[in-house]
């Protein structure tokens, strides 16, 4: 399925990714998701993510869950969003998040 953007319902249809994705919501860590190119998937985050504990391990899981999704490419991304601005990323190297300007 690589090549094309494909909707939340299609991603779904990933066990691991549908039960990863449904724990960073519950959790208040992502309120929305949605796929931008066939290897990024921007979250918009929730305030729990900036005080949960639990935060950068629950986005591991859900970044090996969609990078599952892309056949493991090397590209796949995270792409965190707070309000109107991008606030972080998630990549193979990790959560590193953005500076305040």
């Given at each position: 399925m690589v090549g094309r953007i494909r909707s939340n319902e299609q991603l779904l249809t990933s066990v691991g990714f549908r039960r990863a994705i449904e724990d960073v919501q519950r959790l208040g860590i992502v309120i929305r998701y949605r796929e931008l190119r066939p290897?990024?998937?921007?979250?918009?985050l929730g305030n729990a993510a900036f005080t949960g504990a639990s935060t950068e391990y629950n986005l591991g899981r859900l970044y090996?869950?969609?990078r599952g999704t892309t056949d493991y490419s090397s590209g796949g991304a995270l792409d965190l969003q707070h309000g109107e601005r991008r606030v972080g990323?998630?990549?193979?190297s990790g959560l590193s998040w953005e500076a305040v300007r």
């Open positions: 290897d990024t998937l921007s979250l918009e090996l869950a969609y990323l998630y990549t193979k």
